[in-house]
């Protein structure tokens, strides 16, 4: 069986979302643990992860650094979490594994995501990235060409393009280590946005890509059986934080989709989570799993979570 294992902020920092070398070397060590426990079993896992905190303090350093230093585009902080992270997983996996008895190698690659140069993200940046600023210092940024918002009491922020990924440039890179039975680290933060030129090069551009929307293309493009999606909760809920929340156990694409335009699932958390299960298995993969990371074991068994299935019409189409 083939894992596409898509890991939260909370697989990489304190809970409080903290994210200090230490507080992410642990947290890397809490989910490397799980992660070990997989493979304990007759699995091929393909780790992804997200990078926001990561990527707010790059463009933190960016900012009061400027003067002396300088700032490097977004492209490049992805880049560069992305290398970050996959050293410090590998690290902590390794060491799980070593604890194991469990003889699996582990990789990391740098992974760029295709985006189109017209994707109309980038003309409505919507992603909120990095600290907020006081309206004086957001002016500054502003006048150097990026989008800030005024986001009230806590003041401005800065929004920037969330393309749709089209293509993991790179996975028949990650393909190929998975057949040499590495675990692989890959598309960290959903992948450096690249876009092709008409001369067929490819550069980085500004925006960042959802990592769950990653996850899933990923997963397709490795054909792989299941995407798990671990969280910080144990469930997709609906009515969720209200009296009545019931939290989702096994689910058709064409329910959840259902529940999504009724409005169940937050935008900028749950939303992309549930989009991304649900273009997993409605493109071909057999199942979707939405949980927390200490329950990644049962959802290769389909034991716990929110786990998404294709609608029964669907079946066999692929
Ligand atoms: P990650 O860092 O793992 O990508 P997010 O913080 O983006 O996670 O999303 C997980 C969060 O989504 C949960 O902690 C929860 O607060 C929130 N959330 C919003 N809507 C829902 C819902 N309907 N069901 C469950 N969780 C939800
Ligand atoms: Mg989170």
Known sequence: MKVLLALGGNAMTNADGR???EDQISAAHVAMEAVADLLQHD???VITHGNGPQVGNLLVKNELAASVVPP????????QTQATLGFVLMNALDAALAGRGVARRTAAVVTRARVDADDPGFLRPTKPIGRFLPAEEARVLVEHGETWEDRGVKGW??????PEPLEVVDAPAVRALVEAG?????????????VRDADGTLHGVEAVIDKDLGAALLARDLGADVLVIATDVPNAVLRYGTPEARPLGEVTASELRGYAAEGHFASGSMGPKVDAACRFVEQGGSRAVITSLDHIVEAITADGGTVVVPDPLDQGEN
Do not use: E, K, T
């Open 157 to 162: 922020r800065r929004v920037v393009a969330s």
């Open 182 to 194: 590495f675990v692989v680290v890959a598309n960290g933060g959903g992948g450096i946005p690249v």
């Open 19 to 21: 994210a200090r070398p």
């Open 43 to 45: 699995v091929d896992v």
């Open 72 to 79: 490097v585009p977004l492209d490049w902080c992805g880049a």
